[in-house]
C-alpha cells in the first residue's frame, strides 16, 4: 500500500467505484480503501452451479431507463432482463379477485396522492399518517414500506420518502447485479481487507491510519453506511459530531433475502409472486421462479426482520416455510430446501440494508453530504436526495463527491495541479 495518496476513498461499493472511476479520469492519483476482501458493498451475487448468479444485496435497476449503470452494466458485457417485476401484476396465488386487486391498486394510488401534499406542509410527519384510517389494505401497504425501506411507515419521513424519485421502470442483470458493480470496479487501484480505523484531520495532509499501516492523502471521500458513522467506527481527529448525529438520523432499514431450490417448479409461471398474507405488515414476499429458474426469492423487511435475525438463517426459513405452506398446501414443504443468506444486519461492514430518514430528518441527506474543510467528502445511498437507497443512488454522490474534489484542487484544473504549482495542493 503507497504510503501517499491525492485522494483516498474509503469503501468500495457504488459509491466508492463511481468516485474513483471519475477520479481516475481526471488524472489523479487515487486509491480506493476496503475493508471487505471483495468490491460491490451493499452488492453483492453469489454463484451457484452452472453460473447462476444470486443477488443476496441490491437487485433490480430501479428508474432503470434513467439509471447510469444501466448503460455501463450492458457496455461491461452482462445481460439485462427488461420483463416486468413481479409486483406490477396480480397473482391469483395471492387468492385475490381481479376486483380486489384494482381496489390495492386504487388504495396505493390514493395514498400516494396524500403523501404529495406533505411537500407544502410546513411540518414532517411519519408515512402512516397519510394511511387511510381502516383501510383494509393499510398492513400491506405498510409491509411493503418494510421492502422499500427496510422500516414500518410509521418510523419514515414523508418529507423524505416523497423526494424519491422513481420511473417506475425496473429491470435486472441476469447474472447478477452486484457482480457488475464489482467488474466496473475491477481495474481501479483497490486496498482490500483494509479496514480504516483513524483519520486525523488536523494537519496539512490528512492521515489516515488502517490495519496495514498509516498514509497521508490530500483529500478523502467517506462512503460508509450511516449505522457505521453513526457508531464512529472510524475515529477522526477532530471529531466530526455533526456528521454521527446526521448519520443518526438516517439510519439503515433492514431487508434480507432468502433463496429456496424449487421441485416441480414448472407448476408454477416463471417471475410469478405471491404475498405471504395480505393483512398485515408483517410478512414476506415471494418471487417465485425468477428469470425463470426452479427457485423462490423470499424477501424479509422491518422489524420482522430484525426478530427473525435472532434465530439466524434457519428461523427465516422456518418462516417463509410456514407461511408458503398457508398459501400453497401443506405438501409444499417438501418441495423446498434453503440456499445460504448473507445476514446485512450482522454484517460488520454495513450493520443494515439502506438508509431512510426518521420523521423530521428529511433535511439530514444534506446536511450529511457537506464537506468539511473542502478535504473530507462524503457519497453514499444516504446523501442522495433523491435516489437513497439504490445502487445507482450511491453510485451518482461518488461521482457528484469526485468532482467536488476535482474542483477543489487549483479550481479544477488538472493541469495546474500536476505542474507542482506551489500552493497547489496547499490547504
Not at 79 to 99: F, K, Q, T
Not at 172 to 197: F, K, N, Q
Request: aromatic share 8%; hydrophobic share 45%; net charge negative.
Amino acid at each position: 500500500m503507497k504510503n501517499h495518496v491525492e485522494v483516498l476513498v474509503l469503501g468500495a461499493g457504488a459509491a466508492g467505484i463511481g468516485a474513483g472511476r471519475a477520479l481516475r479520469a481526471a488524472g489523479i492519483d487515487v486509491l480506493l480503501v476496503e475493508a471487505r476482501d471483495r468490491l460491490g458493498g451493499r452488492a453483492l451475487t453469489r454463484d451457484l452451479a452452472g453460473g447462476t448468479g444470486l443477488d443476496l444485496g441490491c437487485g433490480w435497476l430501479h428508474s432503470a431507463d434513467r439509471n447510469p449503470l444501466a448503460p455501463i452494466v450492458e457496455a461491461l458485457g452482462f445481460r439485462i432482463d427488461r420483463s416486468r417485476p413481479p409486483w406490477a401484476r396480480n397473482s391469483a396465488l395471492d387468492g385475490l379477485s381481479e376486483a380486489e386487486f384494482a381496489d390495492f391498486q386504487a388504495a396505493q394510488a390514493d395514498f400516494e396522492e396524500r403523501l404529495a401534499t406533505v411537500r407544502d406542509a410546513p411540518a414532517d410527519a411519519p408515512v402512516a399518517a397519510f394511511f387511510e384510517a381502516g383501510n383494509r389494505w393499510n398492513g400491506l401497504m405498510d409491509a411493503i414500506s418494510t421492502y422499500y425501506s427496510g422500516a414500518k411507515a410509521a418510523e419514515i419521513s414523508a418529507k423524505d420518502l416523497d423526494l424519491y424519485e422513481d420511473s417506475g421502470v425496473n429491470w435486472r442483470v441476469v447474472e447478477g447485479y452486484g457482480r457488475a458493480i464489482a467488474a466496473h470496479g475491477a481495474d481501479l487501484p483497490v486496498a482490500l481487507g483494509t479496514t480504516v480505523e483513524a483519520v486525523d484531520h488536523a494537519g496539512n495532509r490528512l492521515r489516515i491510519e488502517t490495519t496495514r499501516g498509516s498514509l497521508t492523502a490530500e483529500r478523502l471521500i467517506v462512503t460508509l453506511p450511516t449505522r457505521l458513522l453513526a457508531e464512529e467506527r472510524v475515529s477522526f481527529r477532530p471529531g466530526l459530531p455533526d456528521k454521527a448525529e446526521a448519520a443518526a438520523s438516517l439510519p439503515l432499514g433492514l431487508a434480507e433475502k432468502l433463496y429456496l431450490r424449487l421441485e416441480r417448479a414448472e407448476e408454477f409461471d416463471a417471475d410469478s409472486r405471491v404475498f405471504g398474507a395480505t393483512d398485515r405488515a408483517d410478512t414476506a414476499a415471494y418471487h417465485l421462479r425468477p428469470f425463470g429458474r426452479p427457485l423462490i426469492e423470499c424477501y424479509f423487511g422491518g422489524p420482522l426482520t430484525a426478530e427473525l435475525a435472532g434465530g439466524g438463517e434457519a428461523a427465516f426459513f422456518d418462516f417463509a416455510r410456514a407461511e408458503l405452506v398457508g398459501r400453497l398446501g401443506g405438501d409444499f414443504a417438501r418441495r423446498i430446501a434453503p440456499l445460504p443468506m448473507h445476514l446485512w444486519q450482522a454484517d460488520p461492514f454495513a450493520g443494515g440494508s439502506y438508509s431512510y430518514a426518521r420523521p423530521g430528518a428529511a433535511a439530514m441527506r444534506a446536511r450529511l453530504a457537506e464537506p468539511v474543510e473542502n478535504r473530507v467528502f462524503f457519497a453514499g445511498e444516504a446523501v442522495s436526495k433523491t435516489h437513497f437507497s439504490t445502487a445507482h443512488g450511491a453510485y451518482l454522490t461518488g461521482q457528484a463527491a469526485a468532482e467536488a474534489v476535482i474542483a477543489s484542487f487549483a479550481g479544477g484544473d488538472p493541469a495546474l495541479r500536476r505542474s507542482g504549482a506551489p500552493g497547489v495542493l496547499a490547504r
